[in-house]
Protein backbone atom coordinates (compact mmCIF):
# COMPACT_ATOMS: atom_id res chain seq x y z
CA UNK A 1 0.00 0.00 0.00
CA UNK A 2 1.22 3.62 -0.89
CA UNK A 3 2.77 5.76 1.72
CA UNK A 4 3.38 9.17 1.47
CA UNK A 5 6.57 9.22 3.47
CA UNK A 6 8.05 6.44 0.30
CA UNK A 7 7.93 9.56 -1.99
CA UNK A 8 11.33 11.06 -2.81
CA UNK A 9 10.08 15.33 -2.41
CA UNK A 10 13.67 16.24 -1.57
CA UNK A 11 13.56 19.03 -3.86
CA UNK A 12 13.34 22.63 -3.22
CA UNK A 13 11.87 22.82 -0.04
CA UNK A 14 8.45 24.97 0.21
CA UNK A 15 9.56 27.18 2.30
CA UNK A 16 13.55 27.50 4.33
CA UNK A 17 13.14 28.28 7.85
CA UNK A 18 16.12 28.15 9.94
CA UNK A 19 15.41 26.18 12.55
CA UNK A 20 16.91 28.66 14.93
CA UNK A 21 14.83 30.98 13.72
CA UNK A 22 11.12 32.19 14.15
CA UNK A 23 9.23 30.49 11.74
CA UNK A 24 7.92 33.23 9.03
CA UNK A 25 5.55 32.09 6.42
CA UNK A 26 6.03 34.10 2.45
CA UNK A 27 8.69 36.75 4.64
CA UNK A 28 6.10 37.19 7.82
CA UNK A 29 5.42 35.81 11.37
CA UNK A 30 3.15 32.53 10.93
CA UNK A 31 0.14 33.79 11.51
CA UNK A 32 -3.74 33.85 10.25
CA UNK A 33 -4.14 36.47 7.80
CA UNK A 34 -6.89 39.55 8.98
CA UNK A 35 -9.64 37.76 6.88
CA UNK A 36 -9.54 34.49 8.10
CA UNK A 37 -8.86 36.06 11.62
CA UNK A 38 -11.93 37.21 11.19
CA UNK A 39 -13.49 34.28 9.46
CA UNK A 40 -12.70 32.29 12.84
CA UNK A 41 -14.24 34.45 14.68
CA UNK A 42 -17.39 34.76 12.95
CA UNK A 43 -16.95 30.46 13.25
CA UNK A 44 -17.01 31.36 16.87
CA UNK A 45 -20.03 33.03 16.84
CA UNK A 46 -21.73 30.63 14.51
CA UNK A 47 -20.91 27.89 16.84
CA UNK A 48 -22.73 29.73 19.88
CA UNK A 49 -25.77 30.82 17.80
CA UNK A 50 -26.11 27.13 16.92
CA UNK A 51 -25.69 25.48 20.83
CA UNK A 52 -22.27 24.41 20.01
CA UNK A 53 -19.90 25.58 22.40
CA UNK A 54 -16.94 27.33 21.07
CA UNK A 55 -13.67 26.57 22.95
CA UNK A 56 -10.66 28.95 21.69
CA UNK A 57 -8.21 26.35 23.43
CA UNK A 58 -8.83 23.38 25.08
CA UNK A 59 -6.04 23.07 27.32
CA UNK A 60 -6.08 26.67 28.49
CA UNK A 61 -9.97 26.44 29.06
CA UNK A 62 -9.39 23.75 30.93
CA UNK A 63 -6.93 24.92 33.48
CA UNK A 64 -9.39 25.70 36.05
CA UNK A 65 -10.88 23.54 38.19
CA UNK A 66 -14.20 23.63 36.45
CA UNK A 67 -16.18 20.03 37.03
CA UNK A 68 -18.09 18.07 34.30
CA UNK A 69 -20.47 15.25 35.19
CA UNK A 70 -21.49 12.97 32.61
CA UNK A 71 -23.93 10.64 34.04
CA UNK A 72 -26.04 7.57 32.56
CA UNK A 73 -23.51 6.42 30.23
CA UNK A 74 -23.05 3.28 29.00
CA UNK A 75 -18.73 4.47 29.28
CA UNK A 76 -16.59 1.60 28.08
CA UNK A 77 -12.95 2.36 29.82
CA UNK A 78 -10.87 0.18 28.00
CA UNK A 79 -9.31 -0.76 31.57
CA UNK A 80 -9.74 -4.51 32.65
CA UNK A 81 -10.52 -3.78 35.96
CA UNK A 82 -13.70 -1.55 35.42
CA UNK A 83 -14.59 -2.29 31.71
CA UNK A 84 -17.83 -0.37 31.93
CA UNK A 85 -19.22 2.88 33.79
CA UNK A 86 -22.13 4.39 34.36
CA UNK A 87 -20.43 8.09 35.03
CA UNK A 88 -17.54 9.94 35.01
CA UNK A 89 -16.51 13.37 36.53
CA UNK A 90 -13.66 15.67 34.75
CA UNK A 91 -12.19 17.93 36.98
CA UNK A 92 -10.04 20.44 35.14
CA UNK A 93 -7.76 18.68 32.68
CA UNK A 94 -7.92 14.99 34.20
CA UNK A 95 -10.41 12.71 34.93
CA UNK A 96 -11.50 12.13 38.98
CA UNK A 97 -14.07 9.53 39.24
CA UNK A 98 -15.29 6.58 37.10
CA UNK A 99 -18.25 4.40 38.82
CA UNK A 100 -21.68 4.67 38.80
CA UNK A 101 -24.15 7.69 38.69
CA UNK A 102 -24.48 7.07 42.95
CA UNK A 103 -20.58 7.91 43.05
CA UNK A 104 -20.53 10.47 40.83
CA UNK A 105 -23.34 13.24 42.91
CA UNK A 106 -20.04 13.65 45.56
CA UNK A 107 -18.94 16.28 42.97
CA UNK A 108 -22.44 18.09 42.74
CA UNK A 109 -22.73 21.38 43.52
CA UNK A 110 -23.31 24.89 41.79
CA UNK A 111 -20.42 25.12 39.54
CA UNK A 112 -20.85 21.91 38.45
CA UNK A 113 -21.88 21.31 34.46
CA UNK A 114 -24.02 18.20 34.34
CA UNK A 115 -24.03 16.30 31.12
CA UNK A 116 -26.82 13.73 30.74
CA UNK A 117 -25.67 11.12 28.45
CA UNK A 118 -29.18 9.26 28.42
CA UNK A 119 -27.63 6.06 27.33
CA UNK A 120 -25.05 7.50 25.01
CA UNK A 121 -21.87 5.99 24.52
CA UNK A 122 -18.75 7.17 26.33
CA UNK A 123 -14.91 5.92 24.97
CA UNK A 124 -11.59 7.16 25.58
CA UNK A 125 -10.68 9.85 22.33
CA UNK A 126 -9.22 8.36 19.50
CA UNK A 127 -5.20 8.26 19.06
CA UNK A 128 -4.63 8.20 15.56
CA UNK A 129 -0.72 6.53 15.58
CA UNK A 130 -0.03 6.84 12.04
CA UNK A 131 -0.84 10.14 10.14
CA UNK A 132 0.87 12.44 7.57
CA UNK A 133 -0.77 15.71 8.58
CA UNK A 134 1.22 17.96 6.47
CA UNK A 135 -0.97 16.61 3.44
CA UNK A 136 -3.70 18.09 4.28
CA UNK A 137 -2.28 20.77 2.56
CA UNK A 138 -3.71 18.46 -1.06
CA UNK A 139 -6.94 19.06 0.30
CA UNK A 140 -6.94 23.25 0.13
CA UNK A 141 -7.99 22.83 -3.54
CA UNK A 142 -10.67 20.58 -5.17
CA UNK A 143 -11.30 17.16 -3.47
CA UNK A 144 -11.64 14.62 -6.50
CA UNK A 145 -11.46 11.18 -4.35
CA UNK A 146 -14.38 10.31 -6.12
CA UNK A 147 -15.67 6.70 -8.13
CA UNK A 148 -17.65 8.42 -10.51
CA UNK A 149 -15.92 10.60 -13.12
CA UNK A 150 -18.40 12.38 -13.12
CA UNK A 151 -18.30 13.91 -9.60
CA UNK A 152 -14.83 14.55 -10.40
CA UNK A 153 -15.87 17.14 -13.29
CA UNK A 154 -18.88 18.32 -11.47
CA UNK A 155 -16.49 19.52 -8.23
CA UNK A 156 -13.99 21.19 -10.40
CA UNK A 157 -16.54 23.08 -12.08
CA UNK A 158 -17.99 24.12 -9.37
CA UNK A 159 -14.46 24.92 -7.78
CA UNK A 160 -13.24 26.78 -10.65
CA UNK A 161 -17.01 28.70 -10.58
CA UNK A 162 -16.35 29.80 -7.23
CA UNK A 163 -12.13 30.68 -6.86
CA UNK A 164 -12.12 32.71 -10.16
CA UNK A 165 -9.01 34.62 -9.31
CA UNK A 166 -7.00 31.61 -8.18
CA UNK A 167 -4.29 31.31 -10.71
CA UNK A 168 -3.95 27.29 -10.54
CA UNK A 169 -6.60 25.16 -9.75
CA UNK A 170 -5.01 22.13 -7.78
CA UNK A 171 -6.76 19.31 -6.38
CA UNK A 172 -6.88 15.68 -4.66
CA UNK A 173 -7.76 12.51 -4.53
CA UNK A 174 -8.70 10.99 -8.11
CA UNK A 175 -7.98 7.35 -8.14
CA UNK A 176 -5.48 6.18 -10.26
CA UNK A 177 -6.67 3.03 -10.72
CA UNK A 178 -10.09 3.62 -12.08
CA UNK A 179 -7.94 4.68 -15.01
CA UNK A 180 -5.29 2.70 -17.35
CA UNK A 181 -1.74 2.66 -16.74
CA UNK A 182 -1.16 5.68 -19.38
CA UNK A 183 -3.67 7.66 -16.96
CA UNK A 184 -6.58 10.20 -17.69
CA UNK A 185 -6.36 12.73 -20.68
CA UNK A 186 -5.86 16.45 -20.55
CA UNK A 187 -9.36 17.01 -22.85
CA UNK A 188 -11.50 16.23 -19.54
CA UNK A 189 -10.14 18.80 -17.85
CA UNK A 190 -10.18 21.35 -20.66
CA UNK A 191 -13.57 21.42 -21.48
CA UNK A 192 -14.35 22.52 -17.79
CA UNK A 193 -11.36 25.24 -17.17
CA UNK A 194 -9.11 25.83 -20.34
CA UNK A 195 -8.28 29.89 -19.62
CA UNK A 196 -6.10 28.39 -16.17
CA UNK A 197 -3.75 25.51 -14.83
CA UNK A 198 -5.51 22.95 -13.33
CA UNK A 199 -3.48 20.05 -11.55
CA UNK A 200 -4.63 16.98 -9.65
CA UNK A 201 -3.21 14.56 -7.47
CA UNK A 202 -3.66 11.33 -7.24
CA UNK A 203 -4.67 9.58 -4.48
CA UNK A 204 -1.59 7.39 -3.98
CA UNK A 205 0.41 10.63 -5.29
CA UNK A 206 2.52 8.69 -7.30
CA UNK A 207 0.34 10.17 -10.43
CA UNK A 208 -0.73 13.61 -11.64
CA UNK A 209 -3.47 14.71 -14.27
CA UNK A 210 -3.39 18.04 -15.86
CA UNK A 211 -4.76 19.97 -18.73
CA UNK A 212 -3.19 21.64 -21.36
CA UNK A 213 -3.03 24.90 -20.12
CA UNK A 214 -0.68 23.77 -17.44
CA UNK A 215 1.22 21.59 -19.80
CA UNK A 216 1.79 25.01 -21.95
CA UNK A 217 2.96 27.10 -18.93
CA UNK A 218 5.07 24.00 -18.05
CA UNK A 219 6.63 24.17 -21.28
CA UNK A 220 5.81 20.18 -21.98
CA UNK A 221 5.31 19.68 -25.52
CA UNK A 222 5.66 17.45 -28.37
CA UNK A 223 9.31 18.44 -28.60
CA UNK A 224 10.15 17.91 -24.53
CA UNK A 225 12.03 14.52 -23.99
CA UNK A 226 9.33 12.04 -22.92
CA UNK A 227 11.15 10.62 -19.64
CA UNK A 228 12.55 12.20 -16.57
CA UNK A 229 13.99 9.58 -15.11
CA UNK A 230 14.33 6.70 -17.86
CA UNK A 231 11.08 3.56 -16.45
CA UNK A 232 10.20 5.65 -13.43
CA UNK A 233 9.00 9.37 -13.87
CA UNK A 234 7.90 10.50 -17.33
CA UNK A 235 4.68 12.68 -19.81
CA UNK A 236 3.22 10.50 -21.23
CA UNK A 237 2.66 10.89 -24.60
CA UNK A 238 0.01 10.28 -27.29
CA UNK A 239 1.50 7.25 -29.63
CA UNK A 240 -0.04 8.86 -32.91
CA UNK A 241 1.11 12.71 -32.63
CA UNK A 242 3.20 12.78 -29.71
CA UNK A 243 1.85 15.30 -27.95
CA UNK A 244 1.89 15.37 -23.91
CA UNK A 245 -1.29 13.32 -22.97
CA UNK A 246 -1.69 15.56 -19.59
CA UNK A 247 -0.60 12.03 -17.28
CA UNK A 248 2.66 12.96 -15.49
CA UNK A 249 4.05 9.98 -13.48
CA UNK A 250 6.28 10.13 -10.14
CA UNK A 251 7.13 13.41 -8.61
CA UNK A 252 10.50 13.97 -10.76
CA UNK A 253 8.73 14.91 -13.85
CA UNK A 254 6.34 16.83 -11.86
CA UNK A 255 9.13 19.30 -10.20
CA UNK A 256 10.90 19.93 -13.25
CA UNK A 257 6.76 20.89 -14.87
CA UNK A 258 6.71 23.12 -11.02
CA UNK A 259 10.17 24.48 -11.47
CA UNK A 260 9.15 25.89 -14.48
CA UNK A 261 5.80 26.98 -13.66
CA UNK A 262 7.39 29.01 -10.57
CA UNK A 263 10.29 30.43 -12.19
CA UNK A 264 8.74 31.89 -15.37
CA UNK A 265 4.71 32.68 -13.99
CA UNK A 266 5.69 33.06 -10.16
CA UNK A 267 2.97 30.48 -9.50
CA UNK A 268 3.88 28.51 -6.50
CA UNK A 269 2.30 24.94 -5.86
CA UNK A 270 1.25 24.50 -2.76
CA UNK A 271 2.96 27.58 -0.60
CA UNK A 272 3.06 26.83 2.77
CA UNK A 273 0.26 29.29 4.06
CA UNK A 274 -1.80 27.20 1.69
CA UNK A 275 -0.72 24.24 3.93
CA UNK A 276 -1.16 25.79 7.41
CA UNK A 277 -4.15 27.46 6.18
CA UNK A 278 -5.71 23.60 5.16
CA UNK A 279 -4.56 21.90 7.94
CA UNK A 280 -6.29 24.63 10.44
CA UNK A 281 -9.32 24.10 8.69
CA UNK A 282 -9.16 20.43 9.11
CA UNK A 283 -9.02 21.17 12.46
CA UNK A 284 -12.46 20.46 13.46
CA UNK A 285 -13.27 17.71 11.10
CA UNK A 286 -10.72 15.68 13.05
CA UNK A 287 -12.57 16.51 16.35
CA UNK A 288 -15.26 15.45 14.81
CA UNK A 289 -14.19 12.26 13.61
CA UNK A 290 -13.23 11.60 17.78
CA UNK A 291 -9.19 12.00 17.66
CA UNK A 292 -7.32 13.43 20.22
CA UNK A 293 -4.14 12.70 19.56
CA UNK A 294 -2.31 12.49 16.74
CA UNK A 295 0.90 10.53 15.86
CA UNK A 296 2.70 12.60 13.05
CA UNK A 297 4.76 9.98 11.03
CA UNK A 298 7.19 12.68 9.13
CA UNK A 299 6.38 16.18 7.95
CA UNK A 300 7.50 15.16 4.27
CA UNK A 301 6.55 18.04 2.30
CA UNK A 302 9.72 19.59 3.94
CA UNK A 303 11.94 16.83 3.55
CA UNK A 304 15.19 19.54 4.29
CA UNK A 305 13.29 21.65 6.84
CA UNK A 306 11.03 19.04 8.62
CA UNK A 307 10.67 21.80 11.25
CA UNK A 308 8.26 23.67 9.35
CA UNK A 309 5.43 21.12 10.15
CA UNK A 310 6.33 22.04 14.23
CA UNK A 311 6.51 25.54 13.55
CA UNK A 312 2.99 25.58 12.01
CA UNK A 313 1.20 23.24 14.57
CA UNK A 314 2.75 25.11 17.44
CA UNK A 315 1.70 28.78 15.44
CA UNK A 316 -2.20 27.27 15.75
CA UNK A 317 -1.71 26.17 19.51
CA UNK A 318 -0.54 29.58 20.24
CA UNK A 319 -3.70 30.88 18.36
CA UNK A 320 -5.83 28.84 20.50
CA UNK A 321 -6.80 26.69 17.36
CA UNK A 322 -5.38 23.35 17.72
CA UNK A 323 -7.98 20.54 18.85
CA UNK A 324 -5.67 17.42 19.38
CA UNK A 325 -2.40 16.64 20.55
CA UNK A 326 0.54 16.11 17.97
CA UNK A 327 3.90 14.01 19.12
CA UNK A 328 5.69 14.09 16.29
CA UNK A 329 9.00 12.50 14.11
CA UNK A 330 12.12 13.01 12.58
CA UNK A 331 11.43 11.42 9.17
CA UNK A 332 14.64 10.04 7.84
CA UNK A 333 15.78 7.80 4.84
CA UNK A 334 19.19 9.27 3.71
CA UNK A 335 22.05 7.62 4.62
CA UNK A 336 24.36 10.66 3.71
CA UNK A 337 22.22 12.16 6.63
CA UNK A 338 23.07 11.68 10.80
CA UNK A 339 19.51 12.23 12.14
CA UNK A 340 20.39 12.02 15.55
CA UNK A 341 21.80 16.02 16.08
CA UNK A 342 18.48 16.99 13.81
CA UNK A 343 16.37 14.87 15.90
CA UNK A 344 17.85 15.97 19.26
CA UNK A 345 17.56 19.72 18.51
CA UNK A 346 13.69 18.87 17.49
CA UNK A 347 13.18 17.49 20.59
CA UNK A 348 14.62 19.85 22.81
CA UNK A 349 12.65 22.97 20.86
CA UNK A 350 9.25 21.44 20.23
CA UNK A 351 7.94 20.40 23.75
CA UNK A 352 4.77 22.77 24.51
CA UNK A 353 1.73 21.30 25.80
CA UNK A 354 0.02 20.17 22.66
CA UNK A 355 2.89 19.77 19.86
CA UNK A 356 6.10 17.39 20.73
CA UNK A 357 9.03 16.29 18.57
CA UNK A 358 9.92 12.87 19.76
CA UNK A 359 10.08 10.01 17.54
CA UNK A 360 13.06 8.66 14.66
CA UNK A 361 11.02 7.66 11.45
CA UNK A 362 13.46 4.83 9.62
CA UNK A 363 12.19 3.36 6.65
CA UNK A 364 12.92 -0.30 5.81
CA UNK A 365 11.18 -0.65 1.75
CA UNK A 366 8.87 1.28 -0.43
CA UNK A 367 5.94 -0.07 -1.57
CA UNK A 368 3.64 -2.78 -3.49
CA UNK A 369 2.94 -1.33 -6.94
CA UNK A 370 6.24 0.58 -7.13
CA UNK A 371 7.83 -3.05 -7.12
CA UNK A 372 10.31 -1.52 -4.22
CA UNK A 373 8.68 -3.01 -1.09
CA UNK A 374 11.19 -5.89 -0.05
CA UNK A 375 9.94 -9.43 0.16
CA UNK A 376 11.40 -12.66 1.40
CA UNK A 377 10.46 -13.97 -2.10
CA UNK A 378 10.56 -12.53 -5.98
CA UNK A 379 7.35 -10.60 -6.82
CA UNK A 380 5.10 -13.40 -8.62
CA UNK A 381 5.27 -11.66 -12.09
CA UNK A 382 8.75 -10.54 -11.56
CA UNK A 383 10.58 -13.84 -11.05
CA UNK A 384 14.14 -12.32 -10.50
CA UNK A 385 12.95 -9.07 -7.71
CA UNK A 386 12.21 -8.90 -4.65
CA UNK A 387 12.84 -5.31 -3.92
CA UNK A 388 15.63 -3.94 -2.23
CA UNK A 389 16.25 -2.40 1.55
CA UNK A 390 16.30 1.75 1.40
CA UNK A 391 19.10 0.93 4.58
CA UNK A 392 21.53 -2.01 4.30
CA UNK A 393 21.15 -4.52 7.20
CA UNK A 394 24.28 -3.06 8.96
CA UNK A 395 22.83 0.34 8.54
CA UNK A 396 19.17 -0.34 10.12
CA UNK A 397 21.61 -1.93 12.97
CA UNK A 398 23.67 1.06 13.54
CA UNK A 399 20.62 3.36 13.54
CA UNK A 400 18.34 1.10 15.96
CA UNK A 401 21.75 0.66 18.14
CA UNK A 402 22.16 4.61 18.24
CA UNK A 403 18.84 5.02 18.97
CA UNK A 404 18.22 2.09 21.55
CA UNK A 405 21.16 3.36 23.61
CA UNK A 406 19.67 7.22 23.39
CA UNK A 407 16.32 5.90 24.64
CA UNK A 408 14.67 7.13 20.85
CA UNK A 409 11.83 5.61 20.08
CA UNK A 410 11.43 4.09 16.32
CA UNK A 411 8.84 3.83 13.84
CA UNK A 412 10.00 2.08 11.41
CA UNK A 413 8.12 1.20 7.51
CA UNK A 414 8.02 -1.60 6.57
CA UNK A 415 5.67 -3.03 3.69
CA UNK A 416 7.27 -6.05 2.39
CA UNK A 417 8.02 -9.24 5.07
CA UNK A 418 11.97 -9.01 4.46
CA UNK A 419 11.87 -5.47 5.63
CA UNK A 420 9.84 -6.61 8.53
CA UNK A 421 12.32 -9.60 9.53
CA UNK A 422 15.73 -7.15 8.75
CA UNK A 423 13.87 -4.98 11.30
CA UNK A 424 12.99 -7.47 14.19
CA UNK A 425 16.76 -8.81 13.26
CA UNK A 426 17.98 -4.92 13.78
CA UNK A 427 15.87 -4.52 16.91
CA UNK A 428 16.70 -7.64 18.62
CA UNK A 429 20.65 -7.25 18.37
CA UNK A 430 20.19 -3.53 19.85
CA UNK A 431 18.33 -5.60 22.74
CA UNK A 432 21.26 -8.07 23.23
CA UNK A 433 24.04 -5.59 23.71
CA UNK A 434 21.81 -2.63 25.57
CA UNK A 435 23.70 -0.64 27.37
CA UNK A 436 21.49 2.62 27.37
CA UNK A 437 18.07 3.68 28.38
CA UNK A 438 16.46 1.28 25.89
CA UNK A 439 13.63 2.49 22.96
CA UNK A 440 10.35 1.66 22.47
CA UNK A 441 10.43 0.26 19.13
CA UNK A 442 6.93 0.51 16.12
CA UNK A 443 6.67 -1.43 13.19
CA UNK A 444 4.50 0.53 10.91
CA UNK A 445 2.25 -1.57 8.01
CA UNK A 446 4.04 -5.14 8.43
CA UNK A 447 1.14 -5.67 5.56
CA UNK A 448 2.86 -8.91 4.93
CA UNK A 449 4.42 -10.45 7.91
CA UNK A 450 5.64 -14.29 8.10
CA UNK A 451 4.01 -16.32 10.27
CA UNK A 452 7.17 -16.82 11.99
CA UNK A 453 8.37 -13.46 12.81
CA UNK A 454 4.61 -12.43 14.47
CA UNK A 455 5.34 -14.30 18.01
CA UNK A 456 8.60 -12.16 17.53
CA UNK A 457 6.60 -8.67 17.91
CA UNK A 458 5.79 -9.40 21.44
CA UNK A 459 9.05 -11.03 22.51
CA UNK A 460 10.72 -8.32 21.34
CA UNK A 461 8.16 -5.78 22.92
CA UNK A 462 7.69 -4.32 19.18
CA UNK A 463 4.23 -2.81 18.51
CA UNK A 464 2.87 -3.64 15.26
CA UNK A 465 1.23 -0.45 13.88
CA UNK A 466 -0.93 -0.62 10.65
CA UNK A 467 -3.82 0.58 8.16
CA UNK A 468 -6.40 -1.60 8.64
CA UNK A 469 -8.77 -0.06 6.35
CA UNK A 470 -6.48 -1.19 3.46
CA UNK A 471 -7.31 -4.15 4.08
CA UNK A 472 -10.03 -5.07 1.97
CA UNK A 473 -11.25 -5.77 -1.25
CA UNK A 474 -10.45 -2.82 -3.62
CA UNK A 475 -9.32 -2.44 -7.21
CA UNK A 476 -6.07 -1.55 -5.32
CA UNK A 477 -6.05 -4.72 -3.85
CA UNK A 478 -6.69 -6.29 -6.97
CA UNK A 479 -3.35 -5.06 -8.25
CA UNK A 480 -1.21 -6.44 -5.34
CA UNK A 481 -2.79 -9.86 -5.76
CA UNK A 482 -1.46 -9.61 -9.41
CA UNK A 483 1.81 -8.85 -8.28
CA UNK A 484 2.42 -10.84 -4.89
CA UNK A 485 0.39 -13.82 -6.16
CA UNK A 486 -3.08 -15.77 -4.64
CA UNK A 487 -0.99 -17.24 -1.57
CA UNK A 488 0.57 -13.81 -0.40
CA UNK A 489 -2.39 -11.81 -0.92
CA UNK A 490 -4.03 -14.56 1.40
CA UNK A 491 -1.85 -13.68 4.04
CA UNK A 492 -2.01 -10.15 4.41
CA UNK A 493 -3.51 -7.93 6.79
CA UNK A 494 -3.06 -11.18 8.95
CA UNK A 495 -3.51 -8.92 12.52
CA UNK A 496 -5.86 -11.24 14.47
CA UNK A 497 -2.79 -13.32 14.47
CA UNK A 498 -0.97 -10.64 15.61
CA UNK A 499 -3.37 -10.44 18.49
CA UNK A 500 -3.49 -13.83 19.42
CA UNK A 501 0.02 -13.89 19.72
CA UNK A 502 -0.06 -11.04 22.38
CA UNK A 503 1.35 -8.37 19.81
CA UNK A 504 0.21 -4.68 20.81
CA UNK A 505 -1.59 -3.60 17.23
CA UNK A 506 -2.08 -0.20 16.99
CA UNK A 507 -3.79 1.96 14.06
CA UNK A 508 -3.65 4.90 11.86
CA UNK A 509 -4.62 6.07 8.73
CA UNK A 510 -1.87 7.08 6.98
CA UNK A 511 -4.03 10.00 5.92
CA UNK A 512 -4.17 11.68 3.14
CA UNK A 513 -2.28 9.17 1.21
CA UNK A 514 -4.23 6.09 0.26
CA UNK A 515 -4.80 3.37 -2.63
CA UNK A 516 -8.24 4.10 -3.20
CA UNK A 517 -10.87 6.07 -1.27
CA UNK A 518 -9.25 8.31 1.58
CA UNK A 519 -10.24 7.48 5.08
CA UNK A 520 -9.58 9.19 8.32
CA UNK A 521 -12.32 8.32 10.38
CA UNK A 522 -11.45 6.11 13.23
CA UNK A 523 -14.97 4.49 12.75
CA UNK A 524 -14.82 3.69 9.25
CA UNK A 525 -11.18 2.23 10.13
CA UNK A 526 -12.90 0.05 12.79
CA UNK A 527 -15.48 -1.14 10.52
CA UNK A 528 -13.12 -2.32 7.78
CA UNK A 529 -10.91 -4.26 10.14
CA UNK A 530 -14.45 -6.09 11.66
CA UNK A 531 -15.72 -6.91 8.04
CA UNK A 532 -12.49 -6.32 5.99
CA UNK A 533 -14.42 -5.38 3.45
CA UNK A 534 -14.92 -0.99 1.65
CA UNK A 535 -16.96 0.65 3.98
CA UNK A 536 -20.10 1.32 1.81
CA UNK A 537 -19.56 -2.25 0.03
CA UNK A 538 -21.03 -3.70 2.89
CA UNK A 539 -22.88 -6.82 0.34
CA UNK A 540 -19.52 -7.21 -1.66
CA UNK A 541 -16.19 -9.39 -1.30
CA UNK A 542 -14.19 -9.23 1.44
CA UNK A 543 -10.48 -9.74 1.78
CA UNK A 544 -9.86 -13.44 2.37
CA UNK A 545 -9.33 -14.90 4.78
CA UNK A 546 -12.39 -14.45 6.88
CA UNK A 547 -10.02 -15.48 10.47
CA UNK A 548 -8.48 -12.35 10.11
CA UNK A 549 -11.23 -10.04 11.12
CA UNK A 550 -10.89 -8.50 14.15
CA UNK A 551 -13.42 -7.56 16.97
CA UNK A 552 -14.25 -4.80 18.24
CA UNK A 553 -13.13 -5.23 21.53
CA UNK A 554 -9.69 -5.44 19.61
CA UNK A 555 -9.74 -2.55 17.25
CA UNK A 556 -11.08 0.30 19.89
CA UNK A 557 -7.67 -1.37 21.89
CA UNK A 558 -5.89 -0.63 19.11
CA UNK A 559 -7.49 3.03 18.86
CA UNK A 560 -7.26 3.81 22.22
CA UNK A 561 -5.22 2.48 25.01
CA UNK A 562 -2.19 0.13 22.35
CA UNK A 563 -1.98 3.93 20.46
CA UNK A 564 -0.79 5.47 23.97
CA UNK A 565 1.57 2.62 24.75
CA UNK A 566 3.46 3.62 21.23
CA UNK A 567 3.42 7.33 22.31
CA UNK A 568 4.72 6.50 25.75
CA UNK A 569 1.33 7.88 26.95
CA UNK A 570 -0.23 4.81 28.64
CA UNK A 571 -0.34 6.38 31.74
CA UNK A 572 -1.72 9.50 30.73
CA UNK A 573 -4.39 8.55 27.63
CA UNK A 574 -5.91 5.52 26.29
CA UNK A 575 -8.61 4.60 28.80
CA UNK A 576 -10.58 6.04 31.05
CA UNK A 577 -9.68 6.05 34.28
CA UNK A 578 -9.77 8.23 37.40
CA UNK A 579 -6.00 10.34 37.09
CA UNK A 580 -5.75 10.32 33.74
CA UNK A 581 -6.20 13.49 30.84
CA UNK A 582 -9.56 13.87 30.00
CA UNK A 583 -9.77 12.70 26.75
CA UNK A 584 -13.50 11.32 25.95
CA UNK A 585 -15.50 11.30 23.27
CA UNK A 586 -19.43 10.63 23.40
CA UNK A 587 -21.01 8.36 20.81
CA UNK A 588 -24.85 8.51 19.87
CA UNK A 589 -24.99 4.85 19.96
CA UNK A 590 -23.34 2.18 21.39
CA UNK A 591 -21.25 0.09 18.79
CA UNK A 592 -21.55 -2.79 20.72
CA UNK A 593 -25.10 -2.84 19.91
CA UNK A 594 -25.22 -1.81 16.54
CA UNK A 595 -24.80 -4.07 13.32
CA UNK A 596 -21.29 -4.40 11.56
CA UNK A 597 -22.20 -2.40 9.13
CA UNK A 598 -23.76 0.26 10.96
CA UNK A 599 -20.98 1.48 12.81
CA UNK A 600 -19.16 3.75 10.29
CA UNK A 601 -22.47 5.63 10.51
CA UNK A 602 -22.47 6.29 13.94
CA UNK A 603 -22.33 9.89 15.03
CA UNK A 604 -19.50 10.95 17.61
CA UNK A 605 -21.32 13.96 19.29
CA UNK A 606 -18.50 15.28 21.59
CA UNK A 607 -15.55 15.43 22.00
CA UNK A 608 -13.04 16.50 25.22
CA UNK A 609 -9.05 17.03 25.26
CA UNK A 610 -7.66 17.58 28.46
CA UNK A 611 -10.96 18.93 29.96
CA UNK A 612 -12.28 21.12 26.96
CA UNK A 613 -14.78 20.48 24.81
CA UNK A 614 -13.16 20.20 20.96
CA UNK A 615 -16.14 19.30 19.15
CA UNK A 616 -19.98 19.07 20.11
CA UNK A 617 -23.04 18.25 18.45
CA UNK A 618 -26.39 16.99 20.17
CA UNK A 619 -25.50 16.05 23.52
Request: with cysteine; proline share 5%; aromatic share 8%.
Amino acid sequence: MMCFACVNLSLVPLLNVDPDSEAELDGQPLQLSRRRAIAFGLSAVAGTLLGVPYRANAADQSQNDTITIFRNGKIYTVEQSQPWAEAVVVKGEHIVYVGDNQGATQFSGTTATVIDLEGRMMLPGFIESHSHLSTLGFAAGVWVNHEDPEEIYAAIREYAKSHPDQQLISGFGWMASNFPATGPKKEALDAIVADRPVLLISNDLHNYWANSKFLEMAGITKDTPRDVVPGQSWYEKDDRTGEPTGFISEVPALFSALGKLKREHGIDFLPTESVASAIEDWQLRLASAGITTVFDAGFVLWPDSQHIGYEIFQSIERRGKLRHRVIGSYYHNNPDVDPFPILRKHRQRYQSKLVQASVLKLLADGTELTRTAYYLQPYANQPDWRGEPIFPQATLDRLIREADAEGIDTHIHCTGDAAVRMSLDAIEAAQNTRTGKGSRHTICHAFLTDPADIPRFKKLGVVANTQIQWGVYDPYQLKVRDILGEDRWHRMYSFKSFFKAGATVSLGTDALATGYKVVYKPLEVIQSGMTRQTVGREDGPFLPPATERLSLAELIHGYTINGAYQLRREHELGSIKAGKLADLIVLERNLFEVSTQEVSKVKIQLTMMNGGITHRDGV
